[in-house]
């Protein structure tokens, strides 16, 4: 062989890797990386005893931390702000660094490695390590979703899918490393720094791309072998959890779990392989008659975007546009709006409605999973097995909700906010079952919850980025979540954590005992939640009558084609901008 040909199969070796991983579809594996293993919000019930016991809270402070914990999770508009003005591994970077310090401070205050933190500072601390998953949905999902516009009901249900998994991936990773030790503050020690070193080392592989010319058969067969890979994930961990529940598992066999979940995990890029390799072979084939060109350019020398899901562009003319349109004269439905205009659009009131008690009724079955199950008299290790359903059917939840819903809408023109409506009147029955104790209620109602809780993600988002979007999609997208820690506050501390508290105290005065200060106060049958969940019951269901309003609305607008201006491109080319690339390695492929 001669040393020209291996010069050129080297350089075009090299010129392959480059464009593998600064495509659309790594930039797809990164963020699923991310996002599963950023799911420490969605644990809190299961180290959130280790919290009550060390410091000695009762249920209402508990609540109060588990309030602010939400309200780091959803208020991540500033996130979106940044993206407005700064690439997506700056917020992604940002992510990783606030993830680590909050939940390290949690760690080092439980096993009592600095000194006991005030209330106030707890919730800092909480607050901060949370708002890490704000960083991961604006750094990660948005950029997926604007490059690829004409399937985002399935790139947002498979992407926030795996933040409903990754829950599950957690406490399976804490089971490798500790068996079925009880003291389970080893979990907040691991979700400190797993989540920010996984988002460290995925940051710098996703970007937004101005891609003309994509071919979404393809783009569709990729998104449903990744969710064929997904659901072969979230089965494999279904069927471990209940076989850990008949099982004594020691820590090798659990070690081995994990370990086949990880290789579970990563078998998408595999796909990425697939896909990128297609289009290298199609590139080559055209190389003489430039019918696909591949074009990598500086990132200053960004084109002007022919695909409207291009957002992030630092300009000042870019940043002003975002805010000073006339804020009571927005565009037809599907335009870009500014920030203000959909902000005080009626259809985003509605679904700012719909979060706040839809999703802040589920929330506080989320935050307080552990109490509930220690008051109905399930034992310690079942109520790890509820976080666990919860987290896989969050996953299922997200992914089917996100490809229902868009086989419904591309089939029989069904407005995507009836599925959000159907999904808040199903809520209901999980509340109910949990107020009036079924037997094996908890057991089934973390089944159907955790499965609307992600439904009602993914149908929120898609909502938001076909109602108003994609121009701004990084600071709305963090918008429609802010009504989420508002549930929270109303439904689990001002509610739940009340009443329980109040039951608690009945309890105590009954046997002749009061509570002394700092001590750890319990409650136990189904008194101590049983009103706050008829509350929350009704709540959710004046909530799904009040979305019909918003199906109404929007019912001839889902007639027609919402996706119609991202397909109109260029046929004869293939034009891809990679942003912040120079180039040299295309040429050297030649």
């Known amino acids: 062989m001669s040393t020209d040909n291996i010069n050129g199969g080297c350089a075009s070796a090299r010129s392959f890797t480059v464009q593998l991983l600064a495509g659309r579809f790594f930039i797809v594996f990164s963020t699923l990386m991310i996002l599963g293993f950023i799911g420490a919000a969605y644990i809190f019930g299961l180290y959130s005893g280790d919290i009550k016991t060390s410091l000695g809270y009762d249920q209402t402070t508990?609540?109060?931390?588990s309030f602010f914990k939400d309200l780091g999770t959803y208020v991540s508009v500033h996130a979106g702000l940044l993206m407005e003005?700064?690439?997506?591994?700056?917020?992604?970077?940002?992510?990783?660094?606030?993830?680590?310090?909050?939940?390290?401070?949690?760690?080092?205050?439980?096993?009592?490695?600095?000194?006991?933190?005030?209330?106030?500072?707890?919730?800092?601390?909480?607050?901060?390590?949370?708002?890490?998953?704000?960083?991961?949905?604006?750094?990660?999902?948005?950029?997926?979703?604007?490059?690829?516009?004409?399937?985002?009901?399935?790139?947002?249900?498979?992407?926030?899918?795996?933040?409903?998994?990754?829950?599950?991936?957690?406490?399976?990773?804490?089971?490798?490393?500790?068996?079925?030790?009880?003291?389970?503050?080893?979990?907040?020690?691991?979700?400190?720094?797993?989540?920010?070193?996984?988002?460290?080392?995925?940051?710098?592989?996703?970007?937004?791309?101005?891609?003309?010319?994509?071919?979404?058969?393809?783009?569709?067969?990729?998104?449903?072998?990744?969710?064929?890979?997904?659901?072969?994930?979230?089965?494999?961990?279904?069927?471990?959890?209940?076989?850990?529940?008949?099982?004594?598992?020691?820590?090798?066999?659990?070690?081995?779990?994990?370990?086949?979940?990880?290789?579970?995990?990563?078998?998408?890029?595999?796909?990425?392989f697939r896909e990128e390799y297609a289009i290298w072979k199609n590139k080559l084939a055209n190389a003489s008659n430039t019918l696909t060109e591949l074009k990598i350019v500086p990132e200053n020398h960004i084109s002007p975007a022919k695909n409207q899901a291009i957002a992030t562009n630092s300009s000042p003319e870019h940043v002003e546009s975002a805010w000073n349109k006339d804020v009571f004269r927005p565009p037809a439905k599907g335009e870009n709006h500014s920030i203000l205009q959909a902000t005080f659009s009626v259809d985003m009131q509605i679904l700012f409605l719909a979060t706040i008690c839809g999703i802040g009724g589920n929330l506080t079955t989320i935050d307080n999973l552990g109490q509930i199950g220690t008051s109905l008299g399930y034992p310690k290790k079942s109520i790890s097995a509820f976080v666990s359903l919860i987290s896989i059917w969050q996953f299922l939840g997200r992914v089917m909700g996100g490809l229902i819903s868009e086989r419904l809408l591309d089939k029989y023109k069904w407005p995507r906010p009836a599925c959000l409506s159907i999904v808040l009147f199903v809520s209901c029955i999980p509340h109910l079952l949990i107020a009036f104790n079924a037997p094996y209620g908890l057991y089934v109602a973390s089944v159907i919850m955790g499965f609307c809780f992600g439904a009602e993600w993914t149908y929120l988002f898609t909502i938001i980025s076909e109602l108003f979007g994609l121009k701004h999609y990084g600071t709305l997208y963090n918008y429609g979540s802010l009504a989420a820690p508002l549930g929270s506050f109303i439904f689990n501390v001002r509610i739940a954590g009340h009443l329980y508290d109040r039951e608690g105290l009945r309890q105590l005065k009954a046997l002749g005992l009061t509570r002394k200060h700092g001590e750890e106060l319990h409650c136990y049958g189904v008194k101590?939640?049983?009103?706050?969940?008829?509350?929350?019951?009704?709540?959710?269901?004046?909530?799904?009558?009040?979305?019909?309003?918003?199906?109404?609305?929007?019912r001839k607008f889902y007639k027609g084609d919402i996706y119609k201006r991202y397909q109109k491109k260029d046929s004869a080319s293939t034009n891809v901008t990679l942003r912040g690339y120079s180039g040299k390695e295309d040429d050297e492929m030649n």
């Open 528 to 554: 101590c939640y049983q009103l706050a969940y008829l509350i929350i019951t009704a709540a959710t269901f004046v909530t799904a009558l009040v979305s019909l309003i918003l199906v109404a609305r929007t």
């Open 85 to 272: 003005v700064a690439p997506p591994w700056v917020v992604l970077s940002v992510g990783g660094v606030v993830n680590f310090f909050g939940y390290f401070m949690i760690w080092l205050a439980v096993t009592n490695k600095i000194s006991r933190p005030p209330v106030w500072l707890m919730c800092l601390y909480i607050t901060i390590g949370a708002n890490s998953l704000g960083f991961a949905n604006t750094g990660g999902l948005v950029p997926c979703v604007q490059n690829f516009p004409e399937n985002r009901g399935v790139v947002i249900g498979i992407l926030k899918s795996y933040l409903g998994i990754g829950g599950a991936i957690m406490t399976q990773f804490y089971h490798a490393l500790y068996g079925d030790n009880s003291n389970t503050s080893g979990v907040i020690l691991i979700i400190s720094w797993l989540p920010a070193a996984v988002s460290l080392l995925f940051a710098f592989s996703i970007r937004v791309l101005d891609v003309a010319g994509r071919n979404i058969k393809r783009d569709k067969k990729f998104f449903s072998d990744v969710l064929c890979m997904s659901l072969g994930l979230a089965g494999f961990i279904m069927v471990m959890i209940i076989v850990q529940k008949q099982v004594e598992f020691s820590k090798a066999s659990y070690s081995g779990t994990f370990a086949v979940i990880i290789v579970l995990l990563i078998l998408p890029i595999f796909l990425v």
């Open 62 to 65: 508990l609540n109060l931390l």
